[in-house]
T-cell receptor
Framework: KAGVTQTPRYLIKTRGQQVTLSCSPI?????VSWYQQTPGQGLQFLFE???????NKGNFPGRFSGRQFSNSRSEMNVSTLELGDSALYLC????????????FGPGTRLTVL | SQQGEEDPQALSIQEGENATMNCSYK?????LQWYRQNSGRGLVHLIL?????REKHSGRLRVTLDTSKKSSSLLITASRAADTASYFC??????????FGQGTELSVKP
């Protein structure tokens, strides 16, 4: 099976802009989670989608949003970018094993100037 | 907020030595997982231990879990230079959300 893919891999934006990141999960996986990784805060949970519904949300401002499509692909959007949004954004998918073992994509490195 | 605290934050050893990393957490869990990350790339799942298990092995990896102390340890035996990476514990409290520790940066010198 192909792994989790994320596009783009690198992105440079300026403050105030918005950005959309994309994630394609492993075939057959219906759960997609998003994480933000920064040197200061580490890995932090953003949100999780299952069958097009957001099931869990982390403690991030409303500028961070996401969605999931019927084919389980997911996008996350960050509006009105701030310098502090510079981070590695990781997407993970999990299947139906019930253990929440997550398979991560390579991440999107976002730099906000 | 971080559920897990990892210790040590950094560890430097020689090839062939064993590496032990510890993780403590705060609340009840369904399971605890360990992941590896190479230099700012995606995470790779290493091993999962359920809350009713005490020890688990996978190749050169050994994980223990003590739910009474809310702690876990990851032992990598006979380390190799290729094991150089950051290692994270992650606790699963409910579906879809993993809470990660800050990680241990392991450096294995040839």
């Amino acid at each position: 099976k192909a792994g989790v893919t994320q596009t783009p891999r690198y992105l440079i934006k300026t403050r105030g802009q918005q950005v959309t990141l994309s994630c394609s999960p492993i075939s057959g996986h219906r759960s997609v989670s998003w994480y933000q990784q920064t040197p200061g805060q580490g890995l932090q949970f953003l949100f999780e989608y299952f069958s097009e519904t957001q099931r869990n949300k982390g403690n991030f401002p409303g500028r961070f949003s996401g969605r999931q499509f019927s084919n389980s692909r997911s996008e996350m959007n960050v509006s009105t970018l701030e310098l502090g949004d510079s981070a590695l954004y990781l997407c993970a998918s999990s299947g139906t094993s019930g253990t929440n073992e997550q398979f991560f994509g390579p991440g999107t490195r976002l730099t906000v100037l | 907020s971080q559920q897990g605290e990892e210790d040590p934050q950094a560890l430097s050893i020689q090839e062939g030595e064993n590496a032990t990393m510890n993780c403590s957490y705060k609340t009840s869990i369904n399971n605890l997982q360990w992941y590896r990350q190479n230099s700012g790339r995606g995470l790779v799942h290493l091993i999962l231990i359920r809350s009713n298990e005490r020890e688990k092995h996978s190749g050169r990896l050994r994980v223990t879990l003590d739910t009474s102390k809310k702690s876990s340890s990851l032992l990598i035996t006979a380390s190799r230079a290729a094991d150089t990476a950051s290692y994270f514990c992650a606790t699963d409290m409910y579906e879809g959300k993993l809470i990660f520790g800050q990680g241990t940066e392991l450096s294995v010198k040839p």
